[in-house]
């Protein structure tokens, strides 16, 4: 019986490790430069598009936890961010919140609340943003996104004033965004976020 328990949890362990490394392969290196790494790809059952942005900087969890909870100074380090604010606090660590991104013309400003989740363990500390397309009425001349818009922070810690940032971001692109424009999303964006970021939490 004991055997029995016990090759059924190595399966369960492997199913497992296999289920989390499939869930993290084919990715595209698309920049590497300044210590910052943006990786994408695209999931082709859904169309979706993600990117993962990542960087170790010089820091404390400390202060990456009092920068997060500053939703109204996200349009100083966040690319692109013109339009940032808290909706409703829920309590510390929930929130929703409202952001609008500058798109360039021809197409308009993107917008969408989200629901913010801070979740903080012994080891990292996650931020998790959902997107709620219907939190809040759409406003005049912004598209708002009405498609599966997630994203998430990681924050390690890996020595003395050193933490790896990892910053994702699923999307639906749409079948007529032009791909200059999508790279704009993927790789610019993210990657002016990080140098921005990083230089905040260094001063």
Do not use: C
């Not at 492997?14 to 499939?22: D, L, M, Q």
Request: no cysteine; hydrophobic share 40%; proline share 5%.
């Amino acid at each position: 019986m004991k055997n029995t328990i016990n090759i059924f949890l190595l399966i369960l362990f492997v199913t497992s490790a296999n289920i989390i490394k499939a869930q993290d392969i084919n990715w595209d290196l698309k920049r590497n430069i300044h210590g910052i790494t943006i990786h994408t790809r695209k999931i082709e059952k859904t169309g979706n598009v993600e990117f993962k942005a990542s960087m170790i900087t010089n820091t404390t969890i400390d202060t990456i936890l009092n920068t997060a909870a500053n939703v109204e100074s996200y349009t100083q380090w966040m690319s692109d961010v013109i339009v940032s604010k808290t909706l409703h606090d829920v309590n510390k660590k929930e929130r929703y919140i409202y952001i609008e991104t500058k798109v360039p013309w021809p197409l308009k400003n993107r917008d969408m609340p989200f629901y913010q989740k801070i979740i903080v363990s012994n080891k990292t500390v996650k931020i998790i943003l959902t997107g709620i397309p219907d939190y809040i009425p759409h406003k005049k001349g912004i598209t708002r996104i009405t498609k599966e818009l997630s994203g998430s922070w990681v924050f390690t810690p890996i020595g003395d004033n050193k933490v790896k940032v990892i910053y994702k971001s699923l999307f639906y692109p749409g079948p007529t965004m032009p791909d200059w424009i999508l790279g704009l999303f993927t790789v610019e964006g993210p990657y002016k976020t990080l140098i921005k970021l990083r230089a905040i939490l260094e001063l």
